[in-house]
């Protein structure tokens, strides 16, 4: 019998000197190497483990090679929600990530004009294709819409008061509380109306010599029903107009093209909030724009330019990749016809449940392989959404997969079969629901990279509950 003290490992420079650590040093260098034999060694005397040589080595280079993974990488989206939050929402088009990799690789015009030979102005490069696709004077540019938000109330209702209904107090996402924006943004609250009905004399009642601005805040992720009243944009524009008082209409998700013509439910446009006759109008770039993360303020040319003079925009503006992108995608919008084959926002849009349900049948083989016999998998109808609070309530008809135990198995055997998916080299992504785990194939585009990797899906026992 073994005695603890009898086990046997090798010295460090015993294992530098293996050939499977000289491939590791001349990938991850001498040091990172030597740092990674001390600490699978420092590991194995805890254990009081014999391990030879080359597993001593293997294990290092295992440990380099894990470290040297990228954190950000590649999932597979089969929540059935396309533009994710948490999955990095919009997928962006060939056309800007030509763009962006251009911008990346060479100095560019940035800043500068290149005819004069004079400083210029960033937002110049997007500023005229804004004008031109949503009717508004002028655009300026910014890190994302709470950015946007922000630097409106900073300019506009500094020390003042900016009256919002309390129906649209909205919450975003955790961080995102409108009231802790505005207080952020040195601009005072003044909610009107109640939480379910809000009156224009509600508004009359609340303005005077304080008011900064009044605003309308896209209810994005939630929707009062029954027993309520709004006054509409265009009221509360023509009231706002009367008492010389901008009106903002913060959007959120921002389209500038009318959803219905590919039989989605149609939500407001940009152009339509501007036409109600909003003085600003604020968007996210990555929402239903289907962009680089961007935050967009467009309208008033007078707004507009206190706006891009306020310091904060300095720390907000956007960098020359996200506005190379931004640039490729609102070109598409030129020839909206060809949206849903160029912008992939679109195209996921347009997916047919037709097309959809015949995936699901393809794969419905290939995951009964992979899994086995003791899981349960079906075929079936479902319904996705748009996402980052664009449409709350309105799903496209989608369809997916089920996956459940076959027979009554412990209580976590969906949550570990999740799991399994997750720790897949491309991750996929999916949702538990009732005790199922569910597929929604909307976002599954490229299909063999789906199929591809399932064999090395490791799939627990099922142990049956007692
Ligand atoms: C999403 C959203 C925001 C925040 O936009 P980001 O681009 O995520 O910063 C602000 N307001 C509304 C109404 C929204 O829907």
């Known amino acids: ?120 102005e960033r937002d110049d490069h997007v500023r005229g294709l804004i004008r031109e696709l949503t009717g508004a004077e002028d655009a300026v540019l910014v890190n994302n819409n709470a950015a946007a938000v922000m630097l409106v109330l900073n300019t506009l209702a500094k020390d ?96 500038l093209v009318d959803l219905a013509r590919w039989g989605l439910q149609h939500e407001r446009t940009v152009q339509d909030a501007l036409g109600a006759g909003a003085d600003l109008v604020t968007f996210s770039g990555d929402k239903l724009l289907g962009g ?35 640039e490729a995608v609102l070109k598409l919008y030129r020839d909206p016809d060809s949206l849903p084959k160029r912008l992939p926002t679109l195209r996921l849009f347009t997916r047919t449940q037709i097309e959809l349900r015949a995936l699901a049948e393809r794969l419905e083989p290939k995951l009964a392989g992979a899994l086995g016999s003791g899981w349960a998998i079906k075929p079936l109808d479902l319904g996705s959404q748009i996402g980052s609070g664009a449409l709350p309530l309105e799903t496209m008809p989608s369809a997916g997969l089920s996956m459940r135990p076959a027979e009554r198995a412990s209580g976590r055997a969906v949550e570990d079969l999740a799991a399994a998916f997750r720790a897949l080299p491309l991750p996929v992504i999916g949702r538990i629901k009732e005790g199922a785990l569910l597929f929604d194939l909307r976002c599954l585009e490229d299909e063999a990279a789906f199929t591809n990797q399932l064999n090395g899906l490791r799939v627990g026992e099922l142990h049956a509950s007692s």
Request: with cysteine; net charge positive.
């Open 160 to 255: 003042r008061e900016a009256v919002v209904s309390r129906g649209e107090l909205i919450e975003i996402g955790g961080a995102f509380r409108m009231p802790d924006i505005m207080a952020r943004a040195g601009a005072r609250l003044r909610e009107v109306g109640t939480t379910n009905r809000t009156h224009l004399r509600d508004y009359a009642d609340a303005i005077g010599p304080e008011t900064g601005l009044l605003m309308k805040v896209h209810t994005s992720n939630y929707v009062v029903k029954g027993f309520t009243a709004e006054v509409s944009a265009t009221e509360l524009a023509g009231f706002a107009s009367q008492h010389g008082l901008p009106f903002v209409d913060d959007l959120g998700s921002g389209t």
């Open 1 to 120: 019998m073994e005695r603890p003290e009898d086990f046997r490992l090798p010295s460090v420079d015993q294992v530098l000197r293996s050939t499977v650590c000289e491939l590791a040093s001349a990938r991850h260098g001498r040091t990172a190497t030597t740092d990674a034999v001390r600490a699978v060694l420092a590991r194995l005397r805890d254990d009081r483990a014999s391990v030879p040589l080359d597993a001593v080595a293997q294990r290092a280079l295992a440990a380099l090679e894990d470290a040297d993974q990228p954190s950000q990488r590649p999932v597979i989206n089969l929540t059935g929600t396309v533009l994710h939050t948490n999955l990095g929402r919009a997928l962006l088009p060939d056309e800007a990530v030509q763009a962006v990799s251009r911008a990346m690789r060479q100095p560019t015009n940035l800043e500068y004009d290149v005819e004069s030979g004079r400083r210029g």
């Open 292 to 326: 680089p993360q961007a935050g967009i303020v467009a309208g008033r040319k007078d707004l507009v330019a206190r706006l891009a003079k306020n310091p904060l925009k300095r720390a907000l503006r956007l960098d020359k990749l996200r506005l190379a992108a931004l």
